[in-house]
């Protein structure tokens, strides 16, 4: 059974750094990619930053050169380093992984629970 546990979340004064952790656990034999998305009050969940198994990035335009994605393969955890925040980056943060089992041939999606970010002017 797999399962991605974040943590990292809290209350922060704009301008200010976080540091969001996801690890992913159970019987695991690859992880092509491990996104994190956000989603604020009344609107829609969105991709804030995505890395592929070999390391390649991606980030939505609003949190690029203040947010980096980067991962562990060995410990299966990925992390997002979040600096200079605005009020609107406030929300919960989910992390999504998409991941093989080791008596699996293709990748399931999974998430983690979320983590609450709030960013105060």
């Known amino acids: 059974q797999v399962q991605l546990v974040e943590s990292g979340g809290g209350l922060v004064q704009a301008g200010g750094s976080l540091r969001l952790s996801c690890a992913a656990s159970?019987?695991?034999?690859?992880?092509?990619?491990m996104t994190w998305y956000r989603q604020a009050p009344g609107r829609l969940r969105e991709l804030v930053a995505i890395?592929?198994?070999?390391?390649?990035?991606s980030y939505t335009n609003s949190v690029k050169g203040r947010f980096t994605i980067s991962r562990d393969n060995a410990r299966n955890t990925v992390w997002l380093q979040m600096n200079s925040l605005k009020p609107e980056d406030t929300g919960v943060y989910y992390c999504?992984?998409?991941?093989?089992?080791?008596?699996?041939?293709?990748?399931?999606?999974?998430w983690g629970q979320g983590t609450q970010v709030t960013v105060s002017s």
């Open positions: 999504n992984a998409d991941i093989i089992g080791q008596l699996a041939t293709r990748p399931q999606s999974y």
């Open positions: 159970g019987t695991i034999a690859s992880i092509p990619s």
């Open positions: 890395i592929t198994l070999g390391g390649s990035t």
